[in-house]
């Protein structure tokens, strides 16, 4: 035990030294639940100064407590902190009688603005089930006070799947509840080997998609845990890690998180990084190609590809082509699935397919959004 406390603490200073012009802010004196939403509390409030006159009240924090109290999958979480349009916000009667939304998190400010980024750890969590032990977590990372990474921390002579298990442990227990219910990543690690996977419910639980993170020059896995965390968990790498590279996958009775491998990672930010930088009125229009073996999760690199484009300021559409109208329906739905802007049936989102050829006209006369047809339509659509 000493020794995972060594750890633990050699990890946190390195968290809070790794370097750049905003990094982890270690908050020892926070070490209770009921201090964490206090500290939430705060920051929640400070990020709204324009809003509020004064300190929310204990019955106005009551209301926010609750709308994250009720978040009872990891998916649910991940659709509350995209919110809307990448700005989620919770909703306050005021005692003044005045209907406020106040901002929580915002995807635009990734790094900057008054996102706030700290470190906590060895919180004391009260049992939550008959006959379970009160628990204590390891290392949290807290986004603009929010828990959205979880550590587990086990010694060199221990196997990493043993600390991505005590996580088991507790989503069985009920422990990811209440203000840990927003947790987006888990993270097991030990001195020499490191994992990470997407939260999930008891059942999904699986350790094949606990991943090792990759080298981008060889894809070498990352062992060692400082260049794990100068590679993935370093400002703003962390926070576009469960933002931007997570998937909300919104299909039908088997609603989850998942998150991206690092090749997927690594090929969407260069996809992107290069559509940002190009102006199509006078630069060459073929910018390049990303090439995926069979199984590698092409469907889910291509749609986090198409949906970060279709944000860029230099892109009116994305149109996304498959070689047979029969995957047409099918790459939609899938499309359509991962959405975060879609409702409950996975509606009135940005993706739309094309039934037919009109269809197809009218969308590409329209703007904004990601169309999916094939290239039997679009040979046959001629010029719009």
């Known amino acids: 035990m000493q020794a995972e406390l060594e750890f633990e603490d050699r990890l946190i200073d390195y968290l809070t030294n790794i370097g750049g012009s905003k990094q982890w802010q270690y908050v020892p004196s926070i070490k209770t639940t009921a201090a964490l939403w206090q500290n939430f509390k705060h920051i929640l409030e400070q990020n709204n100064q324009e809003k509020l006159d004064q300190p929310l009240s204990e019955s106005e924090f009551a209301q926010v407590k609750k709308q994250i109290n009720d978040l009872r999958t990891p998916y649910q979480a991940g659709k509350f902190l995209y919110g809307l349009n990448g700005v989620s916000q919770v909703e306050v009667d005021t005692d003044a009688g005045e209907h406020v939304f106040l901002t929580v998190f915002d995807q635009a400010y990734v790094g900057a603005g008054g996102t706030v980024y700290q470190v906590v750890n060895q919180i004391e969590r009260p049992a939550k089930l008959a006959n379970c032990r009160n628990r204590r977590f390891d290392t949290t990372l807290l986004i603009n006070g929010l828990p959205i ?51 999930t419910t008891e059942d999904k639980f699986n350790l094949d998609f606990a991943f090792h993170w990759q080298r981008e020059d060889n894809n070498q896995p990352v062992m060692a845990w400082r260049d794990f965390l100068n590679r993935m968990l370093s400002i703003p790498m962390a926070h576009q890690m469960a933002t931007s590279y997570m998937i909300l996958d919104g299909t039908k009775h088997r609603q989850m998180l998942k998150v991206m491998r690092p090749y997927q990672v690594y090929a969407t930010r260069r996809v992107i990084e290069k559509i940002r930088q190009s102006s199509f009125e006078l630069d060459s229009q073929k910018l390049g190609y990303i090439w995926h073996t069979t199984g590698s999760g092409k469907t889910i690199s291509s749609f986090k590809t198409a949906w970060l484009a279709s944000r860029l300021p230099n892109v009116d559409k994305v149109v996304f082509l498959v070689d047979r109208i029969a995957l047409t329906q099918q790459t939609a739905d899938n499309y359509s699935a991962y959405d975060p802007d879609t409702n409950d049936e996975n509606k009135d989102g940005i993706i739309f397919d094309t039934a037919n050829v009109n269809v197809l006209a009218h969308k590409l006369r329209q703007h904004g959004g990601i169309i999916v047809t094939s290239i039997q339509k679009l040979d046959r659509l001629g010029t719009v």
Do not use: C, W
């Open 149 to 199: 990474i979880q550590i587990e921390e086990k010694t060199a002579a221990r196997n990493v799947k043993e600390a991505l298990n005590q996580m088991h442990q507790y989503i069985h227990e009920g422990q990811f509840s209440d203000i840990y219910s927003t947790v987006q990543i888990l993270v097991g690690m030990t001195p020499d080997d490191t994992r990470y996977m997407a939260n």
